[in-house]
């Protein structure tokens, strides 16, 4: 199969990297430099939980590409202009794995193939120029956007999961997407705004703050017509806190690194879902509140 992945960051650049490894794939890595150079010089290294050392086609103009698959790992706010570029190619089908909530609808609407959901709890950190580390073990899950059963996924969870990466394919896509939701929005705020990794919303006093943010979270999501019960979206964002404890959230590598962050499309999309169901959601409120004035303190926003 020929693969296409689009923002071959930290987490697209080890997907792509483990899907290089099978036989009778192609992938190329759409990416920026100095990532792309030092991946078309020397090759792409996978360290960590997950090793190999492949040579995908890298490039890093998207544009008139063609492809069976293209998947989409850019940053949430990168998502409207990573679609206007795929459209200027031919992919059979597009898959998002990316963080936050929105993505999947922006793609569908400036592209004519199918879009399929999804998401990725692997820890992936790029070390180096064409080094990336697999800090952690974790599961891609990808369906129907809508929910349901699609041929096309069934088939492209089997090609994850010949590649070594644990791979569901669900029919409850929609409450998969809010389940993942609440974990962002408990986890990656706090740990970003108070320099911590994910462990510490194990614990007093951001224990509380996190299962609060989560318990927000399911509620927007009932009044959207999803079914998410408080005490699911609370024990799966304290489920991967503990699996992912010594971890360095996405938003707190963005902090640390004083790059823009994902909170519109993770806290604020709560506060904005909750805004047009008149509901109150305080705590996803403030850290979004907290976020924003971190980013324009930064000039990042």
């Known amino acids: 199969m020929d693969i296409v992945v689009f923002g071959a960051g930290s987490l ?14 192609a992938v190329t890595l759409v990416a920026r430099d100095p990532h792309a150079s030092a991946v078309r010089e020397t090759g792409l290294e996978l360290r960590g939980e997950l090793e190999a050392t492949v040579e995908p086609a890298v490039t ?12 989409v790992a850019v940053k949430a706010f990168d998502t409207a202009a990573a679609a206007e570029t795929l459209a200027t190619g031919s992919y059979d089908t597009v898959l998002s794995l990316q963080n936050g909530m929105g993505n999947e609808e922006t793609l569908a609407a400036a592209l ?11 820890g992936a950190v790029l070390r180096a120029p064409g080094v990336v580390e697999c800090t952690g073990i974790g599961e891609i899950v990808l369906g129907a956007r ?8 069934d088939r492209i969870g089997d090609l994850f999961a010949s590649a070594g990466l644990e791979t569901t394919v669900a029919t409850d896509m929609p409450r998969r997407l809010w389940e993942k939701l609440a974990v962002n929005a408990g986890i990656n705020a706090v740990t970003a705004l108070t320099g911590t990794e994910n462990g510490a919303v194990l614990e007093a006093p951001a224990n509380e703050l996190a299962r609060t943010a ?20 609370v024990a ?16 707190r590598q963005d902090v640390l690194t004083e790059r823009r962050t ?20 305080p705590t996803n409120r403030i850290l979004t509140m907290l976020v924003r004035t971190w980013e324009r303190g930064a000039g990042v926003r």
């Open 12 to 25: 697209g650049s080890l997907v792509g990297g483990a899907l290089a490894t099978r036989p009778a794939t």
């Open 60 to 71: 890093t103009d998207g544009r008139g590409l063609e492809a069976e698959l293209a998947i």
């Open 112 to 122: 004519e193939c199918p879009v399929l959901a999804g998401t990725a709890s692997y």
């Open 146 to 153: 809508s929910g349901g059963s699609v041929e096309r996924a």
């Open 214 to 233: 989560a318990r927000e979270t399911a509620r927007v999501a009932r009044s959207c017509d999803v079914s998410l019960a408080n005490r699911d979206a």
């Open 236 to 251: 799966s964002m304290e489920s991967v806190a503990t699996d992912t404890a010594a971890n360095t959230s996405s938003m």
């Open 262 to 281: 994902e909170i519109d499309a993770i806290n604020g999309y709560v506060v904005d879902r909750a805004a047009e169901q008149r509901l109150e959601v």
